[in-house]
């Protein structure tokens, strides 16, 4: 083969590389953005605040999944008597 045909080929496989690396990443981005929005949607239910669903979907990107049910858990605790005003200065301190 000559040398031209070799860097084409190179090329062609570099880029086909490229291409399946930047669609498992797209794939990834799409499947990440599904989870966050059925996590601030079981959110705004929960606490019945769909103004607040733009501040959950800031929470289900930065924090995971695992640390939000658990701030969850501890604001329904019976002590507590503001379970929203609990989760929101909770994800803040996590998020900051």
Not at 17 to 31: F, G, H, L
Request: hydrophobic letters at 35%.
């Amino acid at each position: 083969m000559s040398e031209i045909t070799t860097m084409s080929m190179a090329l062609k496989s570099k880029e086909f590389r490229y291409n399946a690396i930047v669609n498992e990443r797209k794939q990834n981005r799409n499947q990440r953005a599904k989870q966050v929005d059925y996590i601030a949607d079981q959110l705004v239910k929960r606490y019945n605040a769909p103004n607040s669903r733009a501040f959950f979907c800031k929470c289900a990107w930065q924090l995971s999944e695992s640390m939000i049910w658990s701030i969850v858990g501890c604001s329904e605790k019976p002590n507590i008597k503001s379970p929203i005003k609990y989760f929101v200065a909770s994800c803040h301190a996590h998020m900051s």
